[in-house]
């Protein structure tokens, strides 16, 4: 049981590439969850999803996108990345609103 | 808006004495809060929650929280600390609305001296 995996671990981006960030779990979740995050600044939330083909944006979605195509799938991507996205990226998901979250390894992005 | 707090950046301990990390949250509704634990270099693990029922919750690891609605706190404990619990803390209060949003505090680091 893997749990929640993110892919890739690490990644360099120059400023105004794209890429896509993949999170993948095995555990029939309905939630998922994308955050960022920075020193100081905790944990803060990209976008979320409900379930298959639902998403919703959170705190800070300027400049990222996702899509839910799949149930086990949250892909988050960025567009024309931007050295402000440098940070840590997380996925998590969980079965109910009222059950804990479990969160993947996370991927560190840097933007140059 | 939702929110949670976490008003200590780091907390410094000995090794054997108790801890205390501090937590305070502001919803509408009833609370669901959530404590975890991120080692170096990990994603975050969970530790312990809160739905309803007794104040006082025990979790992973010997940890344990005790909710206060009255101060609007859900404050994390451990009668005796260890080296191994130096980590970053973070609490979550869970959005009582239709979108169930989990929203994080900035977290607090905890250093355990031996």
């Known amino acids: 049981n893997a749990g929640v995996t993110q892919t890739p671990k690490f990644r360099v981006l120059k400023t105004g590439q794209s890429m896509t960030l993949l999170c993948a779990q095995d555990?029939?979740?309905?939630?998922m969850y994308w955050y960022r995050q920075d020193p100081g600044m905790g944990l803060r939330l990209i976008h979320y999803?409900?379930?298959?083909?639902?998403?919703a944006k959170g705190e800070v979605p300027d400049g990222y996108n996702v899509s839910r195509l799949k149930k086990q799938n949250f892909l988050l991507g960025l567009e024309s990345a931007a050295p402000s996205q440098t940070s840590v990226y997380f996925c998590?998901?969980?079965?109910?609103?009222?059950?804990?979250?479990?969160f993947g390894q996370g991927t560190r992005l840097t933007v140059v | 808006a939702q929110s949670v707090a976490q008003p200590e950046d780091q907390v410094n301990v000995a090794e054997g004495n108790p801890l205390t990390v501090k937590c305070t949250y502001s919803?509408?509704?009833?609370?669901?809060l959530f404590w975890y634990v991120q080692y170096p270099n990990r994603g975050l693990q969970f530790l312990l929650k809160?739905?309803?029922?007794?104040?006082l919750v025990k979790g992973s690891y010997g940890f344990e929280a005790e909710f206060n609605k009255s101060q609007t706190s859900f404050h994390l404990k451990k009668p005796s600390a260890l080296v191994s619990d130096s980590a970053l803390y973070f609490c979550?209060?869970?959005?009582?609305?239709?979108?169930?949003?989990?929203?994080f505090g900035s977290g607090t680091r905890l250093l355990v001296r031996p």
């Open positions: 809160y739905i309803t029922g007794d104040n």
């Open positions: 555990m029939n979740h309905e939630y």
């Open positions: 998590a998901s969980r079965w109910t609103p009222l059950r804990e979250a479990f």
């Open positions: 999803s409900v379930g298959e083909g639902t998403t």
């Open positions: 919803v509408s509704g009833n609370p669901y």
């Open positions: 979550a209060v869970r959005e009582e609305d239709s979108s169930y949003k989990l929203i």
